[in-house]
C-alpha cells in the first residue's frame, strides 16, 4: 500500500485548480441578464463544450473508482455501461432531440406537460429530484470522500466535503449552466489527461499484457458474460442497459441540460455524438488500468482502493497534483450538475407554474437560491454516505425499479401520435406501484431473486398494454399535442432534403454510422 500523502506542490495545484473554477463562474456571472442565460447559457453552446460537458458530467468521481474498482474484481464486463452509450447517444442525436430543442423546453418534465400533461410533468420533475440529489450527488460524494480521507485521514469528512460542496457551489451559483459547461470542459479535458497517464505508467511497470493475462481469467476480460453473471449478463446487456442508458442520456435533466443549451439542432447532434466517441477510450484509460492493478496490488483489502492507489503509487510529484485535480474536477462537475438541474428543475416546473407573474430576471434569482439550498443539502448528507454504503448499493438500483415506465412514456409518445395523457398517467401509477411491489420483494424480503437489468425490462414491458388499451379506450389527443412533437417517415423526409449537398463531415447521419462502425469494432475486439 503507498503513503497517501500529498506534496505541496500537488497540494497548490489542486487549489489553483479550485481557484480558477470560481473565478469562471464569478465572471460569467456579469453576462447573465435573464432565465435563459443562466439556466440553458443562452442557448448558444457549441458542439466541442457540449460533447466535453456531457462527458465530464458522466465521468464523475464514482465512475472513475467504479470502472476501476470493478475491473479490478469482477472483471471489464463494467466496460458495457460505457460503449452502450455511444449507441444510445446516436439514437437521441436522431430521434429525440430535434424534438427537445424545437419545443423550446427548459426541462425534461415540460417536455411530457407539451406531450401529455401536467401530471406527468408532476411526477417526473419530483422524480428527477429526487435521483438526481439522493442517488447522483451521494454516489460522487462518497468516491471523493473517500479519496480524501486517504490524505488526511486527521480531518473529518463532512469539513473537506464541504469545502468541495462550497467550491462547486458557488461558481455555480453565479455563472449557471454556462460556467458549469465551460468548467466540465476543462474538468473533461484534465480527467482525459490524467487517465492516459495512469494507464501509460500502469503498463509500463506491469511490463507485458501477458503479465495481466497470468493472474486474470479469460472470463474477467470479456465484455459479454454468461446469464449467470452478477455483474452484466449478456441477456441484461441488451435489455436493462439500454433501458437505464436511455433514462440517463435522454431523459436525465442534469445531462440533457447541456443539449438545450445548443446554439441550432445540428451543433446539439455533433456534441451528443462527440460525447459519444468520449465514451470509448475508457476501455483502455479507466478500467483496462484496473485490470493491470491485479498484478500490481493482487492483496487490496477493497477494490474501491484501486483508483487511489494508481494515483499515489505511480504518479510523481507535480503530475499527481495535475490528476488530483481531474479526479477532484470529476467530483465537482457531477455536483455542478446536480446543484444546477435540480434548481432548473424547481424553478422552472414548480415556481414559475405557480408564479408566472415572475418576470425571467426574478426566475433567474430564483434559481440561484435554490442552487445555494442544494449545495447545503449536499454537504449535509455527505458525511452519512460512508457510514450507509450497502444503502446506497440499493439507491444504484433504485434506477431499475424507477425509470423504465417513464423511458416508456418518451418512446411511445414520440412515436405513437395515438398516445394520450390518460395512456400515460396509467403507465405511471401502474410502473410506480409495480416497481415498489418488486423492490420489496427481490431486494429486501429476498422472496424473488430476479437481477436489477431485468427487472428494468420486466416494469418496461408491463406498462406498455396499459398505455396504449387506455389510449385506444380514451379520446385521442388533441392537435396541438402532437404537432412537432411525433418521430415520422415526414420528418425523416424533411431531415433528408435538408442533408442534400451536406459534406459527410458535417451529415450527422453519417457522423453516427461512423460512430456505431468504431463501437462495434471495439465490442468485438473484446468479445
Known amino acids: 500500500m503507498p503513503e497517501f500523502s500529498l506534496h505541496p506542490i500537488d497540494l497548490s495545484l489542486v487549489g489553483v485548480y479550485a481557484m480558477v473554477v470560481v473565478y469562471l463562474g464569478l465572471r460569467f456571472a456579469k453576462k447573465h441578464k435573464n432565465a435563459e442565460d443562466y439556466f440553458l447559457a443562452g442557448r448558444s453552446m457549441t458542439w466541442p463544450l457540449i460533447g466535453f460537458s456531457l462527458l465530464a458530467s458522466n465521468m464523475s468521481s464514482t465512475s472513475l473508482v467504479g470502472l476501476a474498482g470493478d475491473a479490478y474484481s469482477t472483471g471489464i464486463s463494467v466496460y458495457n455501461y460505457e460503449w452502450m452509450a455511444a449507441v444510445i447517444l446516436v439514437f437521441f442525436a436522431i430521434f429525440i432531440l430535434p424534438f427537445y430543442l424545437r419545443s423550446k423546453i427548459y426541462t425534461i418534465p415540460e417536455f411530457l406537460e407539451k406531450r401529455f400533461d401536467g401530471r406527468s410533468r408532476t411526477y417526473f420533475s419530483i422524480l428527477t429530484l429526487f435521483l438526481n440529489i439522493v442517488v447522483?450527488?451521494?454516489?460522487?460524494?462518497?468516491?471523493?470522500?473517500l479519496l480524501i480521507k486517504l490524505i488526511f485521514p486527521e480531518i473529518p469528512m463532512w469539513q473537506?466535503?464541504?469545502?468541495?460542496?462550497?467550491?462547486?457551489?458557488?461558481?455555480t451559483i453565479a455563472g449557471g449552466l454556462a460556467a458549469v459547461i465551460y468548467t466540465d470542459m476543462i474538468q473533461a479535458i484534465l480527467l482525459l489527461i490524467g487517465s492516459v497517464i495512469i494507464a501509460v505508467i500502469a503498463f509500463i511497470k506491469v511490463g507485458s499484457w501477458e503479465a495481466v493475462q497470468n493472474v486474470t481469467s479469460p472470463e474477467m476480460l470479456s465484455l459479454v458474460r454468461p446469464l449467470d453473471d452478477p455483474a452484466v449478463p449478456w441477456l441484461g446487456l441488451i435489455t436493462g442497459v439500454p433501458l437505464l442508458g436511455f433514462y440517463f442520456w435522454c431523459t436525465n435533466q442534469f445531462m440533457v441540460q447541456r443539449v438545450l443549451s445548443a446554439k441550432d439542432e445540428n451543433h446539439g447532434r455533433w456534441g451528443a455524438i462527440f460525447a459519444g466517441l468520449l465514451k470509448l477510450p475508457p476501455l483502455f484509460i479507466m478500467v483496462l488500468p484496473g485490470t493491470m492493478a491485479r498484478v500490481l496490488y493482487p492483496n487490496l483489502p477493497k477494490a474501491d482502493l484501486v483508483y487511489p492507489t494508481l494515483l499515489f503509487d505511480l504518479l510523481p510529484v507535480g503530475v499527481l497534483g495535475i490528476v488530483l485535480a481531474g479526479f477532484v474536477a470529476a467530483l465537482m462537475s457531477q455536483i455542478d450538475s446536480t446543484l444546477n438541474s435540480a434548481s432548473t428543475l424547481v424553478t422552472m416546473d414548480f415556481v414559475h407554474k405557480k408564479r408566472p407573474d415572475f418576470d425571467s430576471k426574478k426566475l433567474m434569482w430564483v434559481g440561484r437560491g435554490f442552487t445555494a439550498f442544494f449545495m447545503v443539502l449536499a454537504a449535509i448528507w455527505a458525511p452519512y454516505i460512508e457510514n450507509f454504503a450497502s444503502l446506497f448499493k440499493y439507491l444504484q438500483k433504485v434506477l431499475s425499479y424507477a425509470v423504465p415506465p417513464i423511458v416508456a412514456l418518451f418512446l411511445i409518445g414520440i412515436f405513437w401520435k395515438r398516445a394520450n395523457a390518460q395512456g400515460a398517467i396509467s403507465a405511471i401509477i401502474v410502473g410506480f406501484v409495480s416497481g415498489v411491489v418488486l423492490f420489496i420483494l427481490n431486494e429486501f424480503k429476498s422472496v424473488i431473486d430476479i437481477h436489477f437489468l431485468y427487472?428494468?425490462?420486466?416494469?418496461?414491458?408491463?406498462?406498455?398494454?396499459?398505455?396504449?388499451i387506455v389510449s385506444l379506450l380514451t379520446p385521442p389527443p388533441p392537435e396541438e399535442k402532437t404537432t412537432g412533437l411525433i418521430w415520422n417517415r415526414k420528418f425523416y423526409r424533411s431531415e433528408s432534403r435538408l442533408l442534400e449537398g451536406v459534406p459527410w463531415y458535417r451529415n450527422y447521419r453519417i457522423l453516427s454510422i461512423i460512430l456505431i462502425l468504431f463501437t462495434a469494432a471495439l465490442v468485438i475486439m473484446w468479445w
Do not use: R
Not at 447522483?136 to 470522500?145: E, I, K, N, Q, V
Not at 473537506?160 to 461558481?171: E, K, N, P, R, S
Not at 427487472?455 to 396504449?468: H, R
Open 160 to 171: 473537506t466535503i464541504a469545502i468541495m460542496a462550497l467550491v462547486a457551489g458557488l461558481y
Open 455 to 468: 427487472i428494468a425490462l420486466i416494469l418496461f414491458v408491463a406498462v406498455i398494454p396499459v398505455m396504449i
Open 136 to 145: 447522483d450527488t451521494a454516489g460522487s460524494l462518497y468516491a471523493g470522500g
